[in-house]
């Protein structure tokens, strides 16, 4: 099969190549994918698990990416709650090769059902930033309806799920960005807009939930701004300075089947829209992984025609 893969760690993105490889093998409780279209986000080449299994074993060359929408393929011994011929989207292990390839094997349970209505490029665009929205304001936020929730990054990937996901769920949504942003991020629903540059962030007054997607200044700051009994949600790493009268939380996304398939059913009811920046067929994936502008969306390979 065709894959991408990566084999220098210092080269990032550079160091892609699109390679022959041998064909997955489902293994207990896994399926093999077809996949017809994938998702990457560009920090894997600094995550430790794209370059070593779970016992710390070196697995270079590896094939990155972990969000797929495609076809089962295969079943392995034990697979239960999917069969063969059936549209999926999921989240692939963090240890394991990838989805930019023709074929992945992943675990049953990090799939979920794609309805037919809902194409695989929107379906590939899902998994990462819908779980990571989802799980950040529920899961770890406890959101309500009636809070205030500051959104950074409210024009990027994640940004403009936690802004949609947040407005449904009845919250006032704060929009974080650059000037430029500030028409997209209302466009996904951000009730007011700060552009982080030229606006003053302590304008915003006390908010319940901080969805931080930037770290380092920007989360000191926005802890202060944290209410009592509020919450500074991370997914950049330990937060450094909590919220003197709330919690803080850093979290890492993780496959759930419940959960994507309430993102799912968002997309095809209309309640959510993706943000793709771009996409490109397989054989030009090194290229459109390896950008020279800034991102302003989600890229998708397109495996499949």
Do not use: C
């Amino acid at each position: 099969m065709k894959a991408i893969v990566v084999t220098d760690r210092t080269a990032g993105t550079a160091g892609m190549t699109l390679v022959e490889r041998p064909e997955p093998q489902a293994a207990i409780n896994d399926v093999v994918v077809r996949v017809h279209a994938s998702g990457f986000v560009p920090t894997e080449m600094e995550w430790p698990s794209t370059w070593t299994d779970r016992a710390g074993r070196d697995r270079n060359p590896s094939i990155p990416g972990h969000e797929l929408a495609g076809v089962v393929t295969a079943l392995g011994y034990g697979t239960t709650g999917l069969s063969v011929g059936q549209r999926v989207v999921g989240l692939a292990d963090w240890h394991r090769d990838g989805t930019l390839a023709e074929y992945v094997a992943i675990e049953a349970r990090n799939l979920a059902p794609l309805p037919g209505d809902v194409d695989f490029t929107t379906g590939a665009s899902l998994p990462i930033s819908g779980l990571t929205a989802w799980q950040g304001l529920f899961r770890h936020g406890r959101l309500r309806a009636g809070r205030t929730v500051l959104a950074h990054g409210a024009a990027g990937a994640v940004g403009t799920m936690v802004t949609q996901l947040a407005r449904e769920a009845g919250a006032h949504v704060v929009g974080t960005g650059r000037a430029a942003d500030r028409e997209k991020a209302l466009g996904f629903g951000a009730h007011e807009f700060v552009d982080l540059e030229n606006d003053t962030l302590e304008d915003v007054g006390s908010v319940d939930l901080v969805f931080d997607v930037i770290g380092g200044d920007i989360q000191k700051r926005s802890a202060a701004l944290v209410r009592a009994g509020g919450t500074l949600v991370s997914v950049v790493g330990p937060v450094e300075t909590p919220p003197a009268a709330g919690l803080a939380v850093d979290f890492v996304v993780e496959a759930d089947r419940a959960d994507l398939n309430e993102i799912v059913q968002r997309v095809r009811d209309g309640r959510l829209r993706t943000n793709i920046d771009a996409v490109s067929p397989l054989d030009d994936a090194v290229a459109a992984l390896h950008p020279t502008g800034r991102r302003k969306g989600k890229t998708i390979i397109r495996v499949r025609p």
